[in-house]
């Protein structure tokens, strides 16, 4: 059995140093308040409207409109509805390599309002079955038995006793390259593990 020890003093969850560490920020997707939540609402009201008594009086309301009403009517249900919702955050990330497995380590993952983890993902090289990177996305997937230990944040920000998740898993990892395009990732996992990275365009 692997024995992992959790040092709160320090956050480390290894008793050795790593080979080599490699830090980046990966990207979180956060809902922003919306500022335009009532204007939606509105004008879902109008279009159920004109939709519901389309059929009650089986005439098309919103042709009787003028054709001025319409198109502002389409621009602002376009306008509303295609904003965006999400602002894009840092995640402080680590990969850590040591010489027989990896550790993804994030101090503070960001799922919603509710749920911040901290994530320790362990992989050992003889269990990781593909790393990925996917240019278009900007994606490196990791693929393989992986050995999860996560706490959920609690609402006053300090962190549980025992995890949240802990379980060993045939699963994925994944982070995205974009906020540090400086780094050579493929590079840093080649020169620093026996991982040979499959680069695919998609």
């Known amino acids: ?8 003093e320090d956050d480390s969850m290894e008793e050795k140093a790593p080979n080599y560490v490699l830090k980046f920020n ?5 809902k922003v308040s919306d ?14 409207i004109l939709i519901v008594g389309s059929f009650i009086f089986q005439d098309n309301l919103f042709a009787e409109l003028s054709w001025t009403t319409r198109v502002l009517l389409v621009c602002l249900a376009m306008g509303v509805m295609f904003t965006g919702k999400n602002e894009e955050l840092p995640c402080p990330t680590e990969i850590r390599f040591y010489d027989d497995y990896l550790v993804v380590y994030r101090e503070r993952k960001y799922y919603s309002k509710r749920v911040i983890r901290k994530m320790y993902d362990k992989f050992y090289y003889k269990d990781i079955h593909q790393v990925q990177f996917r240019r278009r996305t900007q994606r490196i997937n990791i693929y393989g038995v992986v050995e999860g230990i996560w706490y ?9 006793q025992n995890p949240t998740y802990h379980k060993t898993v045939d699963a994925i990892s994944y982070f995205y390259t974009r906020l540090n395009p400086e780094i050579d990732y493929v590079k840093e996992f080649e020169e620093h593990s026996p991982i040979k990275v499959t680069v695919e365009d998609n």
């Open 152 to 160: 959920n944040y609690n609402a006053d920000g300090s962190l549980p």
């Open 26 to 30: 990966d990207s979180d997707l956060k």
């Open 35 to 48: 500022k335009n939540s009532k204007i939606k609402i509105a004008v879902l009201i109008i279009v159920a």
């Open 1 to 8: 059995m692997i024995q992992l020890i959790y040092r709160r």
